[in-house]
T-cell receptor, first 111, second 109 residues
Framework: ELKVEQNPLFLSMQEGKNYTIYCNYS?????LYWYRQDPGKSLESLFV?????AVKQEGRLMASLDTKARLSTLHITAAVHDLSATYFC???????????FGDGTTLTVKP | SQTIHQWPATLVQPVGSPLSLECTVEGTSNPNLYWYRQAAGRGLQLLFYSIGIDQISSEVPQNLSASRPQDRQFILSSKKLLLSDSGFYLCAARYYGYTFGSGTRLTVV
């Protein structure tokens, strides 16, 4: 059974600071997703990572994938209040045709 | 790109009443479709997924069922709702990544 562990689950940070969210998973996978969810809203796709060493960046967010370590990171650079949300990683199991989501990291950026 | 239409946005139902949530997909054919539930603002629990018409896989034994009568239509149902069925229900389609509908917040009272 594929297990996905995100940490931290809750993160409070000051504007302008940097931080990293970690996503560990238990079995091999061919793709990993990152999503953002604002309170009371649905999930919005941020990144799809397909191969070892993949790195994608959008604004102040950068995601990377290390398939050998079974680890993905979401790095936040110079955080701003608008980044406050819950971030989920999801790991896809191609054979099963489905993904397993982490429990989410709730990020609060304080002025 | 895909668009997921999901309705209603909110629903308050009494215990023991039936449920029908509908999801339709635009922009792609033969998508993999998924129903997730999110409780108390935490992680997503996969309830059902479908790789084609009338092909449904159930992930969690429960009070709910799903059907896919057409390629782009996915329906979540219950004959008798329980209090524990309350939550935020999300329909999703997967082509490259997942595209989620806007969600239905169900409160069972």
């Amino acid at each position: 059974e594929l297990k996905v562990e995100q940490n931290p689950l809750f993160l409070s940070m000051q504007e302008g600071k940097n931080y990293t969210i970690y996503c560990n998973y238990s079995t091999t996978s061919d793709r990993l997703y990152w999503y953002r969810q604002d309170p009371g809203k649905s999930l919005e796709s941020l990144f799809v990572l397909l191969s070892n060493g993949a790195v994608k960046q959008e604004g102040r967010l950068m995601a990377s994938l290390d398939t050998k370590a079974r680890l993905s990171t979401l790095h936040i650079t110079a955080a701003v209040h608008d980044l406050s949300a819950t971030y989920f990683c999801a790991v896809h199991n191609t054979n099963a045709g489905k993904s397993t989501f982490g429990d989410g990291t709730t990020l609060t950026v304080k002025p | 790109s895909q668009t997921i239409h999901q309705w209603p946005a909110t629903l308050v139902q009494p215990v023991g009443s039936p449920l029908s949530l509908e999801c339709t997909v635009e922009g792609t054919s033969n998508p993999n479709l998924y129903w997730y539930r999110q409780a108390a603002g935490r992680g997503l629990q996969l309830l059902f997924y479908s790789i084609g018409i009338d092909q449904i896989s159930s992930e969690v034994p429960q009070n709910l069922s799903a059907s896919r009568p057409q390629d782009r239509q996915f329906i979540l149902s219950s004959k008798k709702l329980l209090l524990s069925d309350s939550g935020f229900y999300l329909c999703a389609a997967r082509y490259y990544g997942y595209t989620f509908g806007s969600g239905t917040r169900l409160t069972v009272v």
